[in-house]
């Protein structure tokens, strides 16, 4: 076996190493920025990845000295090496599906304060309150307010909602004129 170069070991490792480290880059500033679990779970899968493709970088040089001090044949180290890198990659694959399927369904809700709780809206919800934090506040009063289990009661508080909303759209358009 002749010589290599060790940049001709690495070369083919650098797009995958940097569509890696791209991926957690992107996964840092999503965890930052909601910190839900189909976040964390992406920052996960792309770190081992990129991890287990960094360690790959020596993998060669290892395997050659643990052949040569543990008596063992190199095709054995291999095999382990191999092995244990794979059951890396399946668990960091994993968590980058089920990321992908949390954040497709809704799931993951968001934990601690850069997330939307309850109370607040996301930038794509269009449901009641979605425009202003005022109104969110108001409705929750008024849901608070309206008896339970009817059709009549149902209607009422459509209106109401519908009411509370046309009138904090004035109170915000009052405030941006005031301002």
Same mark, same amino acid.
């Given at each position: 076996?002749?010589?290599?170069?060790?940049?001709?070991? =690495?070369?083919?490792?650098?797009?995958?190493?940097?569509?890696?480290?791209?991926? =957690?880059?992107?996964?840092?500033?999503?965890?930052?920025?909601?910190?839900?679990?189909?976040?964390?779970? #992406?920052? !996960?899968? %792309?770190?081992?990845? %990129?991890?287990?493709?960094?360690?790959?970088?020596?993998?060669?040089?290892?395997?050659?000295?643990? *052949?040569?001090?543990?008596? $063992?044949?190199?095709?054995? !180290?291999? @095999?382990?090496?191999?092995?244990?890198?794979?059951?890396?990659?399946?668990?960091?694959?994993?968590?980058?599906?089920?990321? $992908?399927?949390? #954040?497709?369904?809704?799931?993951?809700?968001?934990?601690?304060?850069?997330?939307?709780?309850?109370?607040? *809206?996301?930038?794509?919800?269009?449901?009641?309150? *979605?425009?202003?934090?005022?109104?969110?506040?108001?409705?929750?009063?008024?849901?608070?307010?309206?008896?339970?289990?009817?059709?009549?009661?149902?209607?009422? @508080?459509?209106?109401?909602?519908?009411? =509370?909303?046309?009138?904090?759209?004035?109170?915000?358009?009052?405030?941006?004129?005031?301002?």
């Amino acid at each position: 076996m002749s010589y290599q170069p060790w940049y001709i070991l =690495v070369l083919p490792t650098l797009p995958v190493l940097l569509a890696y480290l791209a991926g =957690v880059v992107v996964a840092v500033i999503l965890v930052v920025r909601h910190r839900s679990t189909p976040a964390i779970l #992406a920052l !996960v899968g %792309f770190g081992v990845l %990129f991890l287990v493709a960094l360690a790959g970088l020596g993998h060669r040089p290892l395997s050659r000295l643990v *052949a040569m001090r543990g008596g $063992m044949g190199r095709f054995g !180290v291999d @095999a382990g090496v191999g092995c244990c890198c794979s059951v890396f990659d399946v668990i960091a694959v994993v968590c980058l599906i089920v990321a $992908m399927w949390q #954040a497709v369904s809704g799931g993951g809700a968001g934990v601690g304060e850069g997330s939307s709780g309850a109370g607040e *809206a996301e930038a794509g919800d269009e449901g009641p309150g *979605a425009e202003s934090p005022y109104a969110t506040e108001i409705l929750e009063g008024v849901v608070e307010e309206i008896p339970q289990a009817s059709d009549e009661n149902a209607a009422e @508080a459509g209106e109401r909602t519908t009411r =509370v909303l046309d009138e904090t759209r004035e109170d915000d358009a009052s405030r941006e004129d005031d301002a």
